[in-house]
């Protein structure tokens, strides 16, 4: 190619590549020149500040830099000389006079000691540090210490905080050789504003600072001192960040991010420090049978000690009453009467085997998941307008993109390594805009933050789009060539106009103007959306919007164009195209299709797919307070505490004659069950899951399983045969095999490719290709290939604030926390960091209540009531309480409100009228 460059590097002619530096052509030809400053990994800029990894250039006075130094036409380097050779020695040994000797080293085997040992120096000629100068230890950080006495100034903690991961919070203070790293303004590092993503930690390559895990108490370690590493998965969301594990005498020690498409080498605190929840003590070791003489089915039992209300048992006589329970039901009642939840944090073999499970033994379609309460609504508005449920675009993409609205979303806690990606756009100059009813980390670096009022969705995005129809903005040529219901849309459009909206979303009608002029004037746009748009009962109503805005613009199919939903679960996606939907088999097949049932009977050996579609998992938890389903198999669930007025879904667990759980803890759930099956956790396992990205990992056994949990694929089977079933499976291998047989998206991903790429994205054309990131540039899988446009309209919540209950309940998630808290309440940097229930006002309102920061409130819905420690917040609206759902002692779905979205069923989690007071036991410590 002619814009390669040719130049000699110790001898020998080499290429390089636009932009590439003398560094990393050495590299890719087999020289690691030594380097310090310099990071080999995707995203960090070289600074070429500490000298080790000099060259010489022939004709050149000065020795230069190579990481940052762009080769010539013609150049000769020489980088093995004496001269260079001796001049990075010098700069290693003057770096060591200032460090702790190797043997009390914080990382024995840190970056730097590598390169030393790389270069024959094992200490330093050079007078050491006067003691007075050595900083002090700051341990006030639980999870990172900081000993700045290794500390070389090199900068890149700044850049891994500041443009890796945009956090800003590390900066340099102090001059020359007495710089260092400050967090904030110089607070102690655990009073600062980080987030704990570990970057700063994964990039310092002295041991400066360090994963606490890894040191002692006289603060000395060595990060190489494990006995394996295992690269997987991350198990908490649907980013699917690869990490590597690094496990010590049968525990993990630390974990570091690894290069995966998602991630590129990052992680959130979650990834980085919260997977000690495997080893925590409640974990379930025995199968438990309950007991004859237990109390009465509630939440009174201890998840630390579960005996007071079970029994131990042998894996064969809890499988046995397990599977005689469901099998009593089915003979007795039939097997519509048996209903089960799957689970997406569980691998896709193990989805697919229970909804095979489900369907073969039971032979209707009473099985769903998470995904219900989720992204049910905007999954149901994809299928009917674009004809596919998965992001048209990876999240990565916005690396491409000019224009980027965030919607409903709050990505810095909840996607914090996609977040980084958004913020990096942002900072590039990129137009981010986020739309959300509450105040959030992401809208400091967005150009225009629409705090608009919740639920008003459709009347927002409907004047954004009246705008840009009336206006003529809209992409003409590809609204003709690839869309269908336009000229509807259009006349349905005319009504919504900026100034009548503008009293329902509370935006302002020029704000509306210009948003939607930057939206369709760009040449790139996605659209990133989440929680805040889907559960609402106009939820599917929602999605429609940002999928005609995407449509109308012409924002699909080109690299930096997009519609991406953003996944939560690590293996959402996954269980969902796996067929753990009622309506649909793997790969969205419908059940009421005769050929669908048909090629399932053939891959079955004669199973009967029935081809009523079944119920959803709140339908289900009312059948069952309704005594029509009597028996339910929960895998890695937790609907005791996720599932919508939960007193309700408590009652109908407790109405249940039989319930099966299959955690890894004694969940809220499962102090409901009968028989409880001890799962091995994500890191114990092996298995794939896939991203929000369509991205197909491998994850792998880091650790082995604690007492007698066993794998989930193999209770399943286990289960399955007791339950009658043909199944010889012997392995997560096998059952993948299968899944091929009739989903289509998993063509060209083979077990094979998995072990060895870690990676693929669907779909995939070849055994070559790496998966397409982008999709649709050619049409849509629908009919005539065309997308289509479906006209919302404007619907209230279900439930409106009165006289009783004035203000507005929206509840959500905080960085530290998963979901119901049953992993992340006992990871211990998680809990330590977020340890209290609690939820936020506006400080005006706090005020009118008379409550101070940190005193108790009492929240009341007509579902009802709970007492929860309140936090002042700004970006909370005046008229809301945000309570997060991660707490038993005050668990949000007390108070939240079932009613469903009619297409999606998803209920309105995000919606309820509340009261909000002093609470009285405040009052009367007062
Ligand atoms: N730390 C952490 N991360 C998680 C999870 C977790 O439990 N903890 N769960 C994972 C899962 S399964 C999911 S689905 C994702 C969810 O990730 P998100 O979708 O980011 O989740 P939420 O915090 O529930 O809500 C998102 C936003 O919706 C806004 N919102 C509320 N009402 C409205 C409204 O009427 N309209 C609009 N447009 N916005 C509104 C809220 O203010 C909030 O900022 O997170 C995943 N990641
Ligand atoms: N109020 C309110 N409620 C909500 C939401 C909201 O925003 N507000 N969001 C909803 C959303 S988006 C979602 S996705 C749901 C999530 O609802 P759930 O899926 O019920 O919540 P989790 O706490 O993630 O439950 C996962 C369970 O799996 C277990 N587990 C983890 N790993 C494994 C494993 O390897 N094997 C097995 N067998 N079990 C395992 C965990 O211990 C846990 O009990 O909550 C919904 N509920
Ligand atoms: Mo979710």
Request: overall charge negative.
């Given at each position: 190619m002619s814009d390669t460059i040719r130049f000699t590097l110790d001898g020998s002619t080499l290429e390089a590549r636009p932009g590439e530096t003398i560094w990393e052509v050495a590299k890719r030809n087999g020289t690691v020149i030594p380097h310090l400053?310099?990071?080999?990994?995707?995203?960090y800029r070289s600074?070429?500040?500490?000298?080790?990894?000099m060259v010489e250039i022939e004709g050149e006075r000065v020795l230069a830099a190579s990481c940052i130094r762009a080769p010539a036409e013609g150049m000769v380097v020489s980088s093995q000389g004496q001269r260079e050779t001796q001049a990075r020695r010098m700069v290693m040994e003057m770096l060591l006079a200032?460090?702790?000797?190797r043997a009390a080293?914080?990382?024995?085997?840190s970056h730097m000691w590598d390169m030393a040992e790389m270069q024959g120096v094992?200490?330093?000629r050079f007078p050491t540090i006067e003691?007075?100068?050595?900083p002090l230890l700051d341990d006030s950080h639980i999870a990172m210490s900081v000993?700045?006495?290794?500390?070389?100034?090199?900068g890149l903690c700044v850049r891994a905080c500041?443009?890796?991961?945009?956090?800003?919070v590390i900066g340099m203070a102090g001059r020359g050789h007495d710089a260092y790293p400050v967090f904030d303004i110089d607070d102690p590092m655990g009073a600062?504003?980080?987030?704990?993503?570990g970057e700063c930690v994964q990039a310092?390559?002295?041991?400066?600072?360090?994963?606490?895990?890894?040191?002692?108490e006289a603060q000395e370690g060595d990060s190489?001192?494990?006995d394996s590493e295992t690269k997987s998965i991350c198990p908490?969301?649907?980013?699917g960040c690869q990490v590597s594990i690094k496990v010590k005498d049968g525990k993990v020690r630390n974990v570091d991010g690894i290069n995966?498409?998602?991630n590129e080498g990052r992680l959130c605190v979650k990834g980085r420090f919260g997977f000690d929840y495997i080893h925590h003590?409640?974990?379930?070791?025995k199968p438990l049978i309950r007991r004859e003489?237990?109390?009465?089915?509630?939440?009174?039992?201890?998840p630390g000690n579960p005996l007071t209300h079970f029994r131990e048992a042998s894996w064969d006589e809890a499988l046995a009453k397990a599977a005689e329970g469901l099998v009593d039901l089915r003979s007795y009642?039939?097997?519509?009467t048996v209903a089960g939840f799957g689970s997406a944090k569980c691998t896709n073999e193990e989805a697919y085997l229970f909804q095979k499970l489900i369907r073969q033994g039971?032979?209707?379609?009473n099985v769903d998941h998470c995904t219900r309460l989720c992204h049910a609504s905007s999954v149901a508005a994809l299928m009917e307008n674009?004809?596919?449920?998965?992001?048209?675009?990876?999240?990565?993409?916005i690396e491409n993109a000019d224009v980027a609205i965030v919607i409903?979303?709050?990505?810095?806690?909840?996607?914090p390594v996609a977040a980084t990606f958004f913020k990096q756009f942002a900072k590039r100059g990129g137009d981010l805009i986020i739309m959300d009813p509450r105040g959030q980390a992401l809208g400091r670096h967005a150009?225009?933050?629409?705090?608009?009022?919740?639920?008003s969705d459709v009347a927002m995005l409907n004047a954004i789009m009246n705008v840009i129809v009336e206006e003529k903005l809209y992409d003409r040529q590809y609204v003709e060539g690839f869309t269908e219901g336009f000229f509807e849309f259009r006349e349905h459009i005319r009504a919504f106009t900026p100034e009548r909206m503008a009293e329902q979303c509370g935006i302002a009608p020029d704000i509306l103007r210009d948003v939607a002029r930057r939206f369709a004037g760009a040449q790139r746009g996605m659209i990133f959306w989440g929680m805040g748009i889907s559960?609402?009962?106009?939820g599917t109503d929602n999605s429609r919007c940002l999928i005609s805005l995407a449509l109308l613009c012409g924002h699909?199919?080109?690299?930096?164009?997009g519609l991406h939903p953003?996944?939560?679960?690590?293996?959402v996606q996954g269980a969902s195209d796996a067929?753990?939907?009622?309506?649909?088999?793997?790969?969205?097949?419908?059940?009421?299709?005769p050929e669908v049932r048909e090629l399932f009977r053939h891959i079955w050996k004669g199973t009967q797919i029935n081809a009523a579609p079944g119920l959803t998992v709140v339908e289900i938890i009312d059948a069952m307070y309704r005594g029509e389903i009597k028996g339910l198999y929960v895998l890695g669930e937790n609907p005791a505490m996720s599932d919508p007025d939960v007193e309700h879904a408590r009652a109908s667990l407790a109405k249940l004659d039989h319930l099966v759980v299959q955690d890894i803890f004694l969940t809220e759930t499962a102090m409901f069950a009968d028989v409880v099956l001890p799962a091995a956790a994500f890191p114990e396992k092996r298995g794939t899951v896939t991203n929000t990205n369509r991205q197909v990992q491998m994850g792998r056994r880091a650790v082995q399983a604690p007492g007698e949990a066993r794998e989930d694929w193999r209770i399943i089977v286990d289960l399955a045969r007791r339950i009658g079933l043909d199944w010889d499976y012997d392995g997560p291998r096998g059952v993948f095999d299968e899944m091929k047989m009739s989903m289509?998206?998993?063509?060209?991903?083979t077990w094979k490719r998995l072990e060895a790429e870690d990676s693929v994205t669907y779909?995939?054309?070849?055994?070559?290709?790496?998966?397409?990131?982008?999709?649709?540039?050619?049409?849509?899988?629908r009919r005539a290939g065309r997308a289509k446009f479906t006209p919302a309209r404007v619907t209230p919540p279900a439930e409106l604030p009165d006289e009783n209950f004035p203000m507005v309940l929206t509840t959500g998630r905080q960085l530290e926390h998963w979901h119901t808290g049953s992993m992340t309440r006992r990871a211990s940097v998680l809990d330590a960091v977020e340890p209290e229930a609690n939820c936020s006002l506006h400080p005006d309102t706090l005020r009118r209540i008379g409550v101070v920061p940190g005193g108790m409130i009492r929240l009341t819905t007509r579902r009802g009531t709970l007492t929860v420690m309140a936090r002042a917040d700004r970006?909370?609206?005046?008229?809301m309480v945000f309570l997060p759902f991660a707490y038993v002692e005050a668990a949000a779905n007390i108070l939240?409100?079932?009613?469903?979205?009619?297409?999606?069923?998803?209920?309105?989690?995000k919606y309820a009228a509340v009261r909000v007071e002093k609470a009285e036991d405040t009052l009367a410590a007062e």
């Open positions: 400053c310099h990071k080999d990994a995707p995203g600074d070429g500040n500490c000298r080790a990894c200032d460090q702790p000797e080293a914080h990382d024995r085997s094992t200490e330093s003691p007075e100068r050595i000993n700045l006495d290794a500390c070389i100034q090199c500041r443009e890796v991961q945009v956090n800003d600062s504003s980080c987030v704990a993503c310092c390559p002295t041991g400066a600072l360090m994963p606490a895990s890894v040191l002692d190489a001192d494990f908490f969301c649907g980013v995966g498409p998602s003590g409640h974990r379930l070791t003489d237990a109390p009465e089915k509630g939440l009174n039992v201890d009642y039939g097997g519509k039971f032979q209707h379609n674009v004809g596919s449920g998965a992001v048209t675009a990876s999240f990565n993409e409903g979303a709050n990505p810095t806690e909840n996607h150009r225009s933050m629409l705090q608009f009022r919740p639920g559960q609402h009962v106009h699909v199919g080109r690299p930096g164009t953003l996944r939560g679960q690590n293996n067929g753990l939907i009622p309506q649909v088999m793997p790969d969205y097949q419908s059940v009421t299709d289509r998206s998993l063509h060209h991903i779909p995939c054309s070849g055994p070559d290709d790496p998966g397409q990131s982008v999709v649709f540039g050619d049409g849509f899988p970006a909370v609206a005046e008229d939240t409100n079932p009613a469903l979205d009619p297409f999606g069923k998803i209920p309105e989690f």
